[in-house]
Structures are given as C-alpha cells and as structure tokens.
C-alpha cells in the first residue's frame, strides 16, 4: 500500500538545464533510476550541398521528470540540470496530459512549426536571413505581419524588393 501512495505522488516537473545538454541530462536522470523525458523532433537541415533529416529539441534547455517533490534536490545535483522551474515559489507541477501530448506531437511525426517571436526586431532594424532558400540575404525589417512572418525590403541596383520571410529564418544585425 504504501508504494501506491509514492506512485500516486509522483508528479513531473521541468528541470532547466545547461544550454544543448538536455539530452545528456536526461541521461544522467535515467542512469539515477528516475523516469525523464524530452521531446524531440525530426526536422530537414538544408546545407549548401545536401539536405539532412535531423533530431532537434523541441522545448530548448528543459527535461521533464516525473519524480516524488522531496526528490528534486538529488535531481539537481546532477551535472547540467540548473534549477526547477517554479510557479509562485514551488515547483511548476507539469500535468500528466501535457506530457501526453507533446508524446503524441512528437511520436507521430506531425508538423510543427516553432513560433519564433519577432519581439526583437522593429520596422527599420536591418536584418540576416539565416535560414531557408534566403540564407545570407541582408535586408531591412519593413513590415511584422503577426507573430511570425516579417516582410523584409532588399535594395538592389537601385530596385527594392519586397520578401515574406518566416520570423524563425531572420536576425537582428548592426
């Protein structure tokens, strides 16, 4: 009976970790004896001479582990994991159906976009693309359309061109 209690305080938590070592990390968690988890999924890298089909990190720097609350402090002693992400001062609880589900976004193979924020980049700020079709393409921020999409303007011998370019391709450049 009193496993079953331990097994009904089990919660998951999200563990923040070191830049790109979520998955050595989760590792490390595993090799503890606890249950952990990160989502990944496959995504196609276009280099200038091929195209690959690559494992990427859906949820960057974090792990989730599904552990006891008291235990969290033996999580933290391992290598790369920082802190836990809270919530009015205790530990975010993340709910068993949203680990459900980013397993079933990630299992399945369904297209997901990664919303990349435009919050940093204005009308007028000159821009680089950085991937795409577009890499290495300079231009000025002329229009944010959404959340998203960023409508850059090329100047070139003396003509302008106008581009609708995905916000997660481009950044900021002085």
């Known amino acids: 009976m009193k496993s079953d209690n331990k097994t009904l305080k089990k ?19 595993l090799e503890e004896g606890f249950e952990a ?9 276009l280099w200038s001479d091929r195209k ?12 989730f582990v599904h552990i006891e609350q008291h235990l969290l402090n033996k ?4 290598e790369g994991a920082i802190r836990v992400l809270r919530h009015l001062g205790k530990p975010a609880i993340v709910r068993d159906y949203e680990i459900e589900n980013l397993k079933l ?3 399945n193979g369904a297209k997901i976009d990664i919303i990349a924020s435009v919050k940093n980049i204005n009308v ?22 959404g959340k998203k999409r ?15 370019i995905p916000a997660k391709y481009i950044k900021k450049i002085k």
């Open 75 to 78: 999580v933290l002693k391992i």
């Open 150 to 164: 960023v409508l850059v303007e090329i100047e070139s011998i003396g003509n302008h061109m106008l581009v609708d």
């Open 52 to 63: 690959k089909k690559v494992e990427v990190v859906l949820i960057k720097s974090y792990v």
């Open 11 to 29: 919660k998951w938590y999200a563990i923040y970790t070191r830049s790109r070592s979520e998955r050595k990390v989760m590792g490390r968690i």
């Open 105 to 107: 976004l990630c299992n």
């Open 37 to 45: 988890y990160v989502p990944v999924i496959k995504e196609i890298r």
């Open 124 to 145: 007028g700020d000159k821009i680089e693309v950085r991937a795409g079709t577009l890499m290495g393409l300079r231009g000025k921020c002329v229009k944010i359309k």
